[in-house]
């Protein structure tokens, strides 16, 4: 079980900072899933934990020891690349098997982890191919193999499943899933796919400009993101946005606000935020609602609902069949997402009523951070 320690690590290439100073914890036998927009540091951070870039200031730990003057194959990290980098010369056996050769093990040896590695990939009838010779997903697979016959102490991966096409990709994810469970080893996964982050991960690290923005479990952060940016980033669809403003105090636990489209709602300020936030929960402060596509409904005409309801007008559809998305535009210029279950036939241009309660609303301040404890949603 391998555990993981980057100090302060910061990185600089020609003093541009790339790295901006991350403290992080990667628990062993865990899978932490790194995510964030393109450019901010996530590959850069790999390659730092394995060994083919030096830090410009801070300290990296692999169990406790220090590993900033170690060549990355002292390190036993095995990182798999998103272009797979095989040796397009040899055979998968002999790709599988270059490391070891390298090292020195015995051809016996050898064999019985590339055989073994080989099964567990679902690779061994291939291995007298070349990587010329095999799918996307195939290499792939090879290339995972490559890594697993080191026994490394832990697999670093680069948006290993990005050259995949959909099917695949949710095969492999499958596969990956398979093997962590079977490895039981520290796997850190660099993903622009949330599906992936969501399903294949123990924590989720948000990174922006070479900073960790947050850090928790895939609920976690889907529940209690701690700010707009985190917010707007894990959720697909993405969260609905909207502006609001503090109309009054209704009592020294509730906030009346107002939506631009002139809806109210009352929202409880958890006791934290009272005592740091004051000044930005005056009269008249702004505010935005955030609200998750699942939790607006179509407003029921039968039934009187409690809570806030929003008529719009529908833009666009998008019908995948079990769920459908359905664009809706607000009289005031804001637009936002919904998400229904089953085949919806909506006409486009057709005026719709939608519900909302208030304590599905994530709440942030003009500053947007989110107003946290706002809401702890049960676990089903
Ligand atoms: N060797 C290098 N020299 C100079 N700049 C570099 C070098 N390697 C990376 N960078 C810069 O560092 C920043 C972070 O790059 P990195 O590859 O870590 O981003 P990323 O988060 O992995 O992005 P993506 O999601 O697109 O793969 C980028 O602006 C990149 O141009
Ligand atoms: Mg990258």
């Known amino acids: ?33 790194l995510v964030g927009p393109s450019g901010c540091g996530k590959s850069t951070l790999l390659r730092l934990i394995c060994g083919l870039e030096e830090p410009t200031t801070g300290e990296i730990y692999v169990d406790g020891s220090c590993v900033n003057r170690l060549p990355p194959v002292a390190r036993g990290i095995a990182m798999v690349f998103q272009s797979y980098a095989l040796y397009p010369h040899m055979t998968v056996f002999d790709n599988m098997a270059f490391a070891l050769k390298i090292a020195g093990c015995s051809k016996t040896d050898i064999a019985r982890r590339v055989q073994h590695a080989a099964k567990t990939l679902k690779v061994d009838h291939l291995l007298d191919r070349t990587p010329k010779q095999l799918s996307g997903g195939q290499r792939q697979r090879v290339a995972i193999g490559r890594a697993i016959v080191r026994h490394p ?145 179509e407003a029921s005409s039968r039934r009187k609902q409690a809570g806030t309801h929003l008529k719009g007008r529908v833009s666009l559809v998008e019908n995948l069949g079990h769920e459908a998305y359905v664009y809706v535009s607000l009289p005031v210029g804001e637009h936002v997402k919904v998400r229904l279950t089953g085949n919806c036939n909506y006409a486009i241009g057709r005026d719709i009523s939608l519900f909302l309660r208030s304590e599905d609303c994530h709440i942030f301040d003009s500053n947007g951070e989110a107003m946290r404890g706002l809401k702890e949603i049960p676990l089903c």
């Open 153 to 297: 102490k832990a697999f670093l991966f680069d948006e290993p499943l990005s050259n995949l096409d959909a099917a695949l990709r949710l095969q492999m994810r499958y596969e990956l899933a398979r093997l962590k469970a079977e490895l039981n080893t520290t796997m850190v996964y660099v993903t622009h796919d949330q599906g992936e982050a969501m399903t294949l991960a123990d924590t989720i690290v948000i990174m922006r400009e070479g900073a960790i923005e947050q850090q928790g479990t895939p609920l976690e952060l889907y529940r209690s993101p701690k700010n707009l940016f985190v917010a707007s980033f894990i959720g697909s669809p993405t969260m609905n946005f909207l502006h609001a403003i503090i109309v009054a105090w209704q009592d020294d636990q509730h906030l009346n606000i107002r939506l631009r489209s002139g809806e109210t709602l009352v929202v409880q300020v958890p006791y934290e935020a009272l005592k740091w936030k004051e000044s930005l929960l005056e009269e008249g402060s702004e505010l935005t609602v955030g609200i998750r596509p699942e939790n607006l409904t």
């Open 1 to 33: 079980m391998t555990t993981i320690v980057l100090k302060d690590v910061t990185k600089s290439f020609k003093d541009h900072p790339i790295i901006n100073g991350v403290n992080l914890t990667i628990e062993g036998n865990a899978c932490t899933a």
